[in-house]
């Protein structure tokens, strides 16, 4: 076969092989694979305790793992491979820099208090990554009329709703750049009526091809968004496969389980929209 006709197979944007995280005597994370696709949208769902948020953050390094390795865009996070096939951890500045193309939201917003909504968005790529004040600060107003708050520029996070404060904590970390888009159960702090607007931003986040791993209870909104459904119990990944595979035809029962008591509630198969064919 030519050169030409090749066929280049493109770089998994995350792999996590063999991932074991442990808090004391509690294994939290008991060997975990995953592998996220540029462009795709990864769901995590599972009972609390069932390791997704810690696998997350083992993502971005907030949480260091054990053993295992995973890979963000072909970089071990926290760690080289030496030249013997080893791997070495790195100093923490190089970790600093290998989260800072990660972009992370949580549940609550960590928004600064003390500065304004366009104030938090550009404080990061300015100190973190010594970028152009002035051209940082058009971005960020960019990246506010993205979320639907072009006109909450100058407002603080005390006069913001729950659902404002996360949708700037959203765009903050779009501003960094980042390669990776990671969400740790994103709207679980919000009243319920302000859950829909935080969706309507990730969905177009997905329609805009963002590579993004987000932990959810909002199965509705999972069955939407996602290219993958992970469900995860008891640190181990039950099952996992498209939306339509997991939460329409799930295979153990398990999972089974899980989606007969959830789906009990109405407000778990909410979603502003679907996404599901459109790309």
């Known amino acids: 076969m030519s050169e030409s006709n090749t066929l280049t197979v493109p770089r998994p944007m995350v792999h996590a092989e063999s991932v074991r995280k442990a808090f004391g005597s509690h294994e939290v994370l008991k060997g975990i694979d995953l592998t996220v696709q540029p462009r795709e949208v990864v769901c995590l769902i599972g009972p609390s305790g069932s390791g997704k948020t810690t696998l997350l953050r083992c993502m971005n ?3 260091k ?10 970089d071990y996070v926290g760690y080289r491979l030496r030249d013997d096939g080893r791997l070495q951890e790195v100093a923490e500045s190089a970790i600093c820099k290998q989260r800072s193309s990660i972009g992370m939201v949580f549940q609550r917003f960590n928004l600064f208090p003390h500065m304004t909504a366009l104030e938090n968005i550009v404080k ?5 990554l010594g970028r152009n004040r002035k051209e940082v600060t058009a971005e960020a107003r960019t990246l506010l009329e993205r979320v639907g708050l072009a006109d909450k520029a100058d407002a603080y996070p005390n006069s913001l709703s729950g659902g404002q404060q996360q949708r700037v904590a ?14 740790d159960e994103p709207t679980s702090a919000l009243d319920p009526e302000l859950v829909g607007e935080v969706l309507e931003v990730i969905h177009a986040l997905a329609d805009d091809g963002v590579t993004m791993v987000i932990v959810t ?3 509705g909104f999972a069955r939407d968004v996602a290219d993958q459904v992970v469900f995860m119990d ?6 996992r496969g498209t939306p339509e595979e997991i939460l329409e035809h799930p295979q153990h029962v398990r999972t089974q389980r899980f989606l007969a008591s959830v789906l009990r509630d109405p407000d778990a198969t ?5 996404r599901r064919g459109a790309r």
């Open 61 to 63: 390094r907030l949480e």
């Open 65 to 74: 793992f054990d053993s295992g390795r995973i890979c963000v865009d072909g």
């Open 124 to 128: 990061g790529p300015v100190g973190v």
């Open 170 to 183: 959203i765009a903050r970390a779009l501003c960094m750049r980042p390669k990776l888009m990671l969400f």
């Open 217 to 219: 209870h909002e199965i």
């Open 234 to 239: 008891g640190g181990v990944v039950v099952e």
């Open 270 to 274: 909410r979603s502003p929209r679907s």
